[in-house]
């Protein structure tokens, strides 16, 4: 079952590459406080993730920062390796941080996960994008599976999700 608006977001170990040392974060601790818009992606990497969900919010970043957003928050079913080449492919650096949600645990909580086998991928997350204000989910939105960007990225959640003036 998909969380809801309304539900405490759930807590789970994520992880992230620090001066080259894996280091634990809980999303307690990360979006206990304060507004969080809080990006899923199926893949670093992976055409759709890279060419037009990420990029859409780094271009944006900047703006959402100043409409009550405290962080931006990406996360992808990928190891912390991969996750810090892309968060410095992409130049999220400074603008959005990216977390390993290695073995889709978040994913799996948030009731956003998917297997495509045909793909060799294994399970990964749905593409979503959600609001989160001290730990409880205000807005969610998502696509289903790797393709498809048609609700999750900045144009199509800007005002839907009250990052935009």
């Not at 994520?14 to 304060?34: A, C, N, P, Q």
């Not at 919010?57 to 390796?81: K, R």
């Not at 990964?124 to 989910?137: A, D, E, P």
Request: charged content about 20%; aromatic content about 8%; overall charge negative.
């Amino acid at each position: 079952m998909i969380i809801e608006a309304g539900q405490v977001f759930p807590t789970t170990r994520l992880m992230r590459l620090e001066k080259g040392i894996v280091r634990d974060h809980l999303t307690s601790e990360l979006f206990h406080k304060g507004t969080h818009l809080i990006l899923g992606f199926p893949g670093a990497f992976s055409p759709v993730c890279d060419n037009q969900h990420l990029p859409s919010f780094v271009a944006n970043a900047d703006h959402i920062l100043t409409q009550g957003v405290d962080t931006i928050t990406g996360i992808s079913v990928n190891d912390p390796w991969v996750i810090d080449v892309w968060e410095k492919h992409s130049g999220c650096t400074d603008k959005i941080a990216l977390y390993s949600d290695g073995n889709a645990d978040l994913a799996k909580s948030l009731g956003l996960e998917f297997n495509d086998a045909s793909l060799g991928i294994g399970v990964r997350s749905h593409r979503y994008v959600i609001v989160v204000t001290n730990g409880i989910i205000k807005r969610i939105k998502y696509d289903r599976g790797m393709q498809v960007c048609m609700a999750t990225d900045y144009e199509h959640t800007a005002d839907d999700l009250s990052v935009s003036s």
